[in-house]
């Protein structure tokens, strides 16, 4: 069985409940969607293959615990969840980021999904798939990237969809890069005393500038 990817990498987790933590990530190659302010567009083509096993194999190379599996969209593979079941059955805490427009129950429930759903903004809304935000776990995310006052609000609205006993420190809003500021997204948070996390994208203030994974 084989994977379209795009990078496999060892580097500092920077968002999410797990920022800081020292990861793997398989960024996958291949996405449906075509977001406005997206940051990995380099992931879009899909040129090269690896053999589940081959992927295996260079993430255990690394040593760590925590690997991410991202994209462009993981999901648009089908292979993808049986690579998220294969490193949970090896023993790794294994994350997966997704655009929110694919089903997360297709994916083992021991993984941690972190639900992007997009605003405005993006373009891309309209593909939200709404019943995601009533099939996460309480440790799962939700994220959402602001732009604007009117994403603001949008994420705000999309919030009440949540089931009640979510974590409210797992919904995190981080600011686009570059667009809107960090300050400014925290001052409208405080404001409205939101009960969420400021999602910061530490690794763009580690390596600012630099595009590919380090």
């Known amino acids: 069985m084989a994977i379209y990817v795009n990078e496999i990498f060892f580097s500092i987790q920077g968002e999410s409940v797990n920022a800081g933590r020292p990861c793997v990530f398989v960024r996958l190659a291949g996405c449906n969607l075509r977001c406005a302010y997206c940051d990995t567009k380099y992931a879009y083509p899909q040129e090269e293959k690896y053999d589940l096993n081959e992927i295996v194999k260079q993430v255990d190379a690394f040593d760590g615990d925590l690997v991410e599996i991202t994209g462009g969209e993981p999901l648009c ?3 993808t969840p049986l690579l998220i079941h294969t490193l949970l059955e090896k023993g790794y805490e294994v994350m997966m980021e997704t655009n929110g427009s694919f089903n997360i129950n297709l994916v083992d429930r021991r993984c941690m999904k972190i639900l992007d759903m997009k605003c405005p903004s993006s373009g891309e809304s309209d593909k939200n798939d709404i ?3 009533r099939r996460l776990s309480k440790a ?3 994220k ?3 732009s604007d006052k009117n994403d603001y609000f949008f994420a705000k609205n ?3 969809s949540i089931m009640p006993d979510f974590p409210k420190s797992h919904i995190l ?3 686009a890069f570059p667009g809107l500021s960090f300050k400014k997204l925290a001052e409208w948070i405080i404001k409205d005393n939101l009960q969420v996390r400021l999602n910061l994208q ?3 203030i580690i390596w600012p500038g630099i595009l590919r994974g380090v």
Do not use: P, R, T, Y
Request: hydrophobic residues 50%; negative net charge; charged residues 20%.
């Open 144 to 146: 959402f990237v602001i």
């Open 202 to 204: 530490i690794h763009k």
């Open 158 to 160: 999309m919030m009440n």
């Open 77 to 79: 593979q089908e292979e």
């Open 140 to 142: 799962d995310q939700v």
């Open 173 to 175: 809003l981080s600011a």
């Open 131 to 133: 019943n995601n935000l």
